[in-house]
């Protein structure tokens, strides 16, 4: 994870797909497995090594719509990161990666990007179109749709000056709805007061980049957020950090949105149990027989 002023970010790699093949890439391990694991976003992955050939590695993912997302620019981008790995998937599996760990180039290099194969897959239209508006070059290109989990959906709508991301947020649960509502328009409000950042826009609506695109929708959803980056954007090193940054939005959402429930369910239990303190020490007083002067009882009426 990294953080920027409280703020936490996950990281794009897969801990658990960097964890297991740092020992087979960079520590020399050479044994038979078949490890079976998922990721955000409904993403399922699969690292299996033949007892025969121990030092040969296949890691297989499957991911909702990867075959639109290769049309869509994500080929390009793993023929550039993993030049001659791509093999034939298992059943069940979309894209599949092998490689020998005994003849890596640079091992720490292959590590780190196969443990980013997620992110490359769902960033290839982005990075299409980024590179695009980077050469100048983007007012041809067309309006691609990211379905990548079950009725949400990212929209990149290029430009000739800009090129327009749009995520349809939705949540299963009515309360992370409305707290994704008040995160989302959090973002059109911080955008106001750093001059760097791209416009933002919350809508409940779709917005007109994409109303001809959107059949139809959950009117109750969270709503439609939308990043309009512009050519200084993804000028350089900012094109890689914007792609990495937009990949993983929906789960820096969700994990805030859980945080902030946490946060809000300690501090009630916090206050129920101060409650509780007051009204334990809080014991009633008795009301005692009164005597007069002369001994008898005075009872008040």
């Known amino acids: 994870m990294a953080s920027t002023k409280g703020l936490i970010f996950l990281d794009s790699r897969s801990a658990i797909l960097h964890e297991n093949l740092q020992p087979r890439i960079l520590e020399g391990k050479r044994e038979p497995c078949e490890i079976t694991f998922d990721d955000f976003d409904d993403v399922s992955f699969k690292i299996s090594c033949q007892p025969e050939t121990p030092q040969l590695v296949t890691v297989h993912l499957a991911m909702k719509g990867a075959a639109d997302l290769k049309r869509m620019g994500s080929s390009d981008l793993l023929d550039r990161h993993f030049p001659g790995m791509e093999t034939r998937p298992d059943p069940g599996f979309d894209i599949a990666l092998q490689f020998d760990c005994d003849n890596l180039a640079n091992p720490e290099e292959t590590l780190e990007q196969i443990s980013q194969l997620k992110r490359h897959v769902l960033g290839g239209p982005l990075h299409k179109a980024f590179t695009a508006l ?23 709508c290029p430009s000739a000056s800009k090129v327009v991301v749009v995520f ?26 750093v001059r760097t950042a791209p416009p933002v826009s919350f809508t409940r609506e779709p917005p007109r980049e994409i109303a001809s695109m959107v059949s139809n929708f959950n009117p109750d959803a969270a709503g439609f957020l939308a990043f309009a980056l512009e050519d200084r954007h993804v000028q350089g090193d900012r094109l890689e950090k914007a792609v990495t940054m937009l990949t993983g939005f929906r789960n820096y959402l969700h994990y805030h949105i859980k945080c902030s429930k946490t946060y809000l369910h300690m501090r009630m239990r916090k206050r129920v149990a101060g409650w509780l303190q007051v009204l334990n020490r809080a014991v009633p007083q008795l009301e005692t027989e009164k005597k007069t002067a002369s001994g008898k009882s005075f009872t008040r009426k």
Request: aromatic residues 12%; hydrophobic residues 40%.
């Open 168 to 193: 349809y947020v939705d949540f299963a649960d009515a309360t992370d709805r409305a707290v994704a509502r008040v995160f989302l328009q959090e973002f059109v409000e911080a955008q106001r007061t």
């Open 134 to 156: 980077a050469n100048k070059s983007s007012g041809s290109a067309s309006a691609e749709t990211i379905s990548y989990r079950k009725n949400e959906a990212i929209y990149v």
